[in-house]
């Protein structure tokens, strides 16, 4: 059964730039079948979609937050990595990862399984 | 302001049923048949419950089903338990560029 785990460092700076990167394991990241995605959850609030990419390359990120991000698949290690630039205090939030299924269509309708989460946040 | 809307709480006896509603619009609920749900504990991650609108996925109990009428999908939780108690969010497909749109979330309360 698939697992995603979240790596993160907990706290940044404002203005720098965030790294998170997710580990997938107990299964393969080149499958046609999937999108891997990135959410997150801002202190007691709803969850909120940050972006998605095929392992073949094809990426979507939400429109709020577009100018700010890469998300990028490394196929060799079976993992996948967001960058998020120019951070403030409202990027504060527990990141999660998970794993977009594609029904029958050509973008992820649901997500299943999801990492434990990152908590992170920025202060200086 | 989330995008879909749903109520911020709902409550019910053990053993009842309880549903919520997720309110989106054409361009997402009321256009395709990619609603989810998702059910949360305090301090855990989401884990999905429904997808495509009535389906469940292998694991999860028949307690929890789902539907659709217009722009509006619900989420009906059966004979209530104690362990159903934490935060569920309905999701959806959406045609504009934002492709992913969430619920503010219904807290559900056993009492």
């Known amino acids: 059964q698939v697992q995603l785990q979240e790596s993160g460092p907990g706290l940044v700076k404002p203005s720098q730039t965030l790294s998170l990167t997710c580990s997938v394991s107990?299964?393969?990241?080149?499958?046609?079948?999937?999108?891997w995605s990135w959410f997150r959850q801002h202190p007691g609030k709803g969850l909120e979609w940050i972006a998605y990419?095929?392992?073949?390359?094809?990426?979507y990120y939400s429109p709020s937050l577009k100018s700010r991000l890469i998300i990028s698949v490394d196929t060799s290690n079976n993992l996948f990595s967001l960058t998020m630039s120019s951070v403030t205090a409202a990027d504060t939030a527990v990141y999660y990862c998970?794993?977009?299924?594609?029904?029958?269509?050509?973008?992820?309708?649901?997500?299943?399984?999801w990492g434990q989460g990152t908590l992170v946040t920025v202060s200086s | 302001q989330s995008a879909l809307t749903q109520p911020a709480s709902v409550s019910g006896s053990p053993g009842q049923s309880i549903t919520i509603s997720c309110t989106g619009a054409?361009?997402?609920?009321?256009?395709?048949?990619?609603v989810s749900w998702y059910q949360q504990h305090p301090g855990k991650a989401p884990k999905v419950i429904i997808y495509?609108?009535?389906n469940r996925p292998s694991g999860v109990s028949n307690r929890f089903s789902g539907s659709k009428s217009g722009n509006t999908a619900s989420l009906t939780i059966s004979g209530l338990q104690a362990e159903d108690e934490g935060d569920y969010y309905c999701?959806?497909?959406?045609?504009?560029?934002?492709?992913?749109?969430f619920g503010g979330g219904t807290k559900v309360t056993v009492v």
């Open positions: 990419m095929s392992y073949s390359g094809d990426n």
């Open positions: 999701s959806s497909y959406t045609n504009t560029l934002a492709f992913v749109l």
């Open positions: 998970a794993r977009g299924i594609l029904t029958d269509g050509n973008y992820p309708t649901w997500f299943d399984p």
């Open positions: 054409s361009s997402d609920i009321g256009g395709y048949n990619y």
């Open positions: 495509d609108v009535s």
């Open positions: 107990s299964g393969s990241i080149r499958s046609g079948a999937y999108y």
